[in-house]
């Protein structure tokens, strides 16, 4: 089925690859035959205009679209394929679930469980997914909750919590997993001004142990210059520039980002 | 009112025995009717076609055929197809069956409604169908449908009344029989319609509601 791509890329892989991958929805090509790599433990910030496809690039690494054409490979193994017979075929639900292990996210709206107390969102799925004991998991999601700063709210509903409390709740359940990559979708957006710093500061710190690859979506333009080891500029379904955030905001090469990066900063 | 009490005197222990059968009926067909809706509600969400195609003529028949027809067919006609009730099962499962059918697109619109955002987080999280659905969808989709099925139990109850038809000894059935010999008409369905009545504003209603305070509470929501 796919002739030309490998069925694993060895030992020296990076973390992430997007080889020659195209994402359409209907007419629509959202994604146009991208290539990207990640290294492993590289922070990697994704910006650009609105609809230029880089939720989409998030969704597809969390397998929740599929993609159209290509092949992304996660620590050197096909993330929705599998190989058979020496070729890629598309991947069963067992590779699927046994890849989709390596990766966590943080959603623009929390997306945490309102029936569970933060604890409760930490531990469901070390749990139930990964069968750790109840006494492990419990251990694992007090001592995230304390590292997020959420130690006197262990016990809270997410109803009852902020916004920004929220999204550090979220971001301990992903950790929780023990994810090799976590992606963040506009974690930021969906927050009132005065928590965002909290949430940042949380990730900052993440960034700071450089144990995780992280891909990261936002518009916090100051924010990803400081902590990202490469900006990757995109526009309609391209990456129109990538590099170190020194290189892409000081002296960005392409007109697009030029003026975007514009159009953002005038906007702050 | 003298008169009433004397009536009551006379009759209340029928009017009794009714009721008691009237509950029986009820709970009964709304057991069934709560796993008929469960079961055909999640198969009607189904990305298989022959599942959900299975859910939809179970929906579309038992909802778009009246439910006496479907009793008198449960009861006098599937006998000559072999299978044979007494009268007492035909009648709820001749109502649990029907108002399943409700049930069930209560069932799957509440699981709709459950936001994408949930199910995407448990993606993320790797969780199977069946732990996603057990643990995170359906008791969320819960507290969605409780008030819908407040309403329909009530349908329900009330539907019960068609088993006197069958000549199930219910609480209509006893009016009935009550009214023939007696000719007190007033009497004999203004009692069944009080009981009804009672049945459904004193029992069920605040039932409901206090469950749906219950799980709105264990669900976290304030
Ligand atoms: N489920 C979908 N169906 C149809 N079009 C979609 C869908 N999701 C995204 N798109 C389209 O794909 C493009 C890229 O979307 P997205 O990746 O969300 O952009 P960004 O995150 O950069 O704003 C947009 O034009 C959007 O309208
Ligand atoms: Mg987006």
Redesign the interface.
């Known amino acids: 089925m796919k002739e030309n791509f490998p069925l694993n890329l060895g030992s020296d892989a990076p973390m992430v690859r997007f080889s020659k991958v195209t994402k359409c929805y209907g007419e629509l090509t959202v994604l146009d035959s991208l290539d990207l790599d990640v290294q492993q433990n590289e922070i990697v910030s994704i910006i650009g205009p609105s609809g230029s496809g880089k939720t989409t690039v998030l969704r597809m690494l969390m397998t929740l679209e599929e993609i159209n054409d290509g092949v992304i490979y996660v620590d050197g193994q096909p993330l929705t394929h599998m190989p058979k017979n020496n070729e890629l075929i598309k991947a069963n639900e067992a590779h699927l679930r046994k890849m989709r292990n390596n990766i966590g996210m943080v959603f623009q709206h929390f997306n945490l469980f309102p029936h569970m107390t933060a604890l409760g969102n930490c531990m469901e799925a070390p749990m139930h997914v990964l069968g750790m004991s109840r006494t492990e998991a419990l251990a694992r999601s007090e001592e995230l909750l304390e590292m997020v700063g959420l130690a006197d709210k262990i016990h809270e509903h997410p109803a009852r919590l902020s916004g920004g409390q929220q999204q550090r709740v979220a971001i301990a359940r992903a950790l929780a997993m023990r994810p090799k990559i976590l992606l963040f979708d506009e974690v930021t957006s969906a927050l009132d001004p005065e928590v965002i710093g909290e949430v940042l500061n949380v990730i900052r710190s993440l960034a700071s142990e450089h144990s995780l690859t992280m891909l990261m979506v936002t518009h916090q333009m100051g924010f990803a210059r400081e902590i990202s080891d490469r900006i990757c500029f995109f526009y309609e379904g391209k990456i129109a520039e990538e590099g170190a955030p020194q290189q892409i905001f000081e002296n960005p090469q392409n007109e697009r980002t030029r003026q975007f990066l514009s159009a953002v900063l005038d906007a702050n | 009112m003298q008169h009433y009490l004397e009536y009551l005197q006379a009759y209340g222990g029928r009017f009794v025995d009714g009721t008691l059968v009237t509950i029986q009926q009820t709970l009964l067909a709304a057991l069934l009717a709560i796993f008929v809706a469960a079961l055909f509600g999640m198969m009607r969400l189904s990305e298989k076609w022959l599942i959900r195609g299975t859910s939809i003529v179970y929906i579309e028949f038992f909802r778009g055929t009246s439910l006496l027809v479907q009793l008198y067919w449960i009861f006098f006609v599937l006998p000559l197809l072999g299978v044979t009730f007494d009268k007492f099962t035909a009648g709820f499962v001749a109502v649990g069956l029907n108002l399943g059918a409700y049930g069930a697109e209560l069932v799957r619109g509440s699981i709709e409604a459950v936001?994408k955002?949930?199910y995407?987080?448990c993606?993320?999280?790797?969780?199977?169908y069946y732990?996603r659905m057990r643990?995170?969808i359906l008791?969320?989709a819960l507290?969605l449908m409780l008030p819908p099925w407040g309403n329909l139990l009530i349908e329900l109850l009330k539907g019960t009344a068609l088993v006197s038809l069958i000549s199930v000894t219910d609480l209509m059935f006893e009016a009935k029989q009550i009214n023939g010999t007696t000719y007190l008409s007033a009497e004999s369905f203004g009692t069944a319609l009080i009981i009804y009545y009672l049945m459904a504003r004193v029992v069920v209603s605040p039932g409901m509601r206090a469950f749906e305070r219950y799980w709105g509470k264990?669900?976290?929501?304030?």
């Open positions: 936001p955002g949930q995407e987080a993606h993320a999280l790797n969780m199977s732990k643990r995170i008791p969320q507290l264990k669900m976290g929501r304030i």
